[in-house]
């Protein structure tokens, strides 16, 4: 039933009929019946003639440090998909989203038929407006959510902003001085809050049904990406085209890089930072506070993780 919903969001906006669904229609018109092949040229012209700019018929949601890039870069092996190659941030920056929706088109890679597009911005998660934003354009959308461990998440989230402040050549803080103020947990510390999944997963099933949100698990996608990955082309009703063959582990980097037609990247020098060394005590105390939390979204989604 999801990937007819996916069928019939591509009939009304793009005219064709995507793959996967091809057999179905040429059933009815016999191929004696079809033109002569064009020459390469030709038939390379109209192609590209083919190609349009589409909406994207899944969009990575979140969440903030949860491996939201590494997710994209490796979905973009797969031949049946494009992937937006920045943050659009159409549906959480109120003056994005004023452009309009041709604006937001206009920034999508271009596609053939038998292709999706994919959009990745990880303030979505987070941003209150998003969810019914999203469901305006398509209620049938199909959403990636990728987590890990909230208090690996906080930890990351303080990691990215440390850099880039020591970068920028501003003043840091020590990650204990910055989740704790006045001898108390700084719940009001935006890391924190971003880790408050059942929070913010409330909103979004105000709009979606679980069968329409996919968690990926962000620790297993990075420790064995295929997996998840398959998971990830059932999800979206591709052919299984992502392969062991696609991955290789660096030991210079510590986790996995992707190979494909030939050719091999890693993702930015930014990822897989070192993090701090953090107090056990600090620790202790960020479990127990996400503890309730992880309960609730444990209960929300049907699916529990391995958070400690």
Not at 192 to 205: E, F, G, P
Not at 224 to 253: A, G, R
Request: positive net charge.
């Amino acid at each position: 039933m999801a990937c007819l919903h996916l069928f019939f969001f591509l009939l009304a906006h793009t005219n064709v009929i995507p793959l996967g669904y091809t057999n179905v229609m040429s059933r009815a018109v016999p191929e004696t019946t079809m033109p002569q092949l064009l020459s390469d040229n030709d038939a390379a012209q109209k192609k590209v003639s083919h190609a349009s700019r589409q909406i994207p018929q899944a969009i990575i949601i979140g969440v903030r440090k949860g491996g939201t890039r590494a997710l994209l870069e490796m979905l973009d092996i797969h031949p049946e998909i494009v992937v937006a190659a920045t943050e659009v941030h159409f549906f959480d920056w109120d003056d994005n989203y004023q452009k309009g929706l041709s604006w937001y088109r206009d920034l999508m890679p271009l596609s053939y038929r038998h292709q999706i597009t994919i959009e990745k911005t990880p303030g979505y998660f987070t941003s209150p407006r998003a969810p019914e934003r999203i469901h305006d354009m398509n209620s049938s959308v199909k959403l990636l959510l990728i987590l890990r461990d909230p208090t690996e998440r906080v930890i990351s989230d303080y990691t990215q902003v440390y850099y880039n402040r020591l970068e920028s050549h501003k003043p840091v803080q020590a990650f204990e001085d910055v989740v704790f103020k006045n001898g108390a947990l700084n719940t009001k510390y935006k890391a924190i809050q971003r880790s408050l999944y059942d929070v913010h997963m409330a909103k979004w099933l105000q709009y979606f049904s679980n069968d329409q949100i996919h968690i990926v698990n962000g620790d297993t996608l990075i420790q064995n990406p295929l997996p998840e990955l398959q998971k990830v082309e059932h999800f979206l009703c591709l052919s299984p085209k992502i392969m062991p063959s696609n991955f290789y582990f660096n030991q210079t980097k510590g986790f996995y890089c992707m190979r494909n037609e030939g050719k091999e990247r890693c993702l930015h020098e930014s990822k897989g930072r070192p993090h701090p060394t953090v107090n056990r005590t600090v620790l202790d105390q960020l479990r127990m506070y996400f503890s309730e939390h992880n309960k609730n979204f444990f209960s929300m989604v049907n699916q529990s993780f391995n958070w400690n």
